[in-house]
Nanobody, 120 residues
Framework: QVQLVESGGGLAQPGGSLNLSCAASGSTFTVNVMGWFRQAPGKGREMVASMKYNKPVNYTDSVKGRFTISRGNAEHTVWLQMNDLRPEDTAVYYC??????????????WGRGTQVTVSY
């Protein structure tokens, strides 16, 4: 079992920045993909950014050039630096950890989510 704890959400004005963090604990040796998803009111959950260790990072098109995902030296902490925030970035952001064997998902867990609101 893996536990994920997010922090860093809150209120930001358009054009502002926030930095989200996610700390993984437990059986983290099984995890090889970590990322961030978000869910806006009335919408489905979408992938924001994900990184498989030692592989290129994936971003959804709407955040490219504005958001940056990174990981700590221990590999089981990930951050999401969000710059130039827009009202449409308002959502609950979820940390996600996966174990994949190639394209096969064998394990997945989610954090509880942290609210990000972009508004004046």
């Amino acid at each position: 079992q893996v536990q994920l704890v997010e922090s860093g959400g809150g209120l930001a004005q358009p054009g502002g920045s926030l930095n989200l963090s996610c700390a993984a604990s437990g059986s983290t040796f099984t995890v090889n993909v970590m990322g961030w998803f978000r869910q806006a009111p009335g919408k489905g959950r979408e992938m924001v950014a994900s990184m498989k260790y030692n592989k290129p990072v994936n971003y959804t098109d709407s955040v490219k050039g504005r958001f940056t995902i990174s990981r700590g030296n221990a590999e089981h902490t990930v951050w999401l630096q969000m710059n130039d925030l827009r009202p449409e970035d308002t959502a609950v952001y979820y940390c996600n950890a996966q174990t994949r064997a190639g394209k096969i998902l064998t394990y997945e867990c989610w954090g509880r989510g942290t609210q990000v609101t972009v508004s004046y």
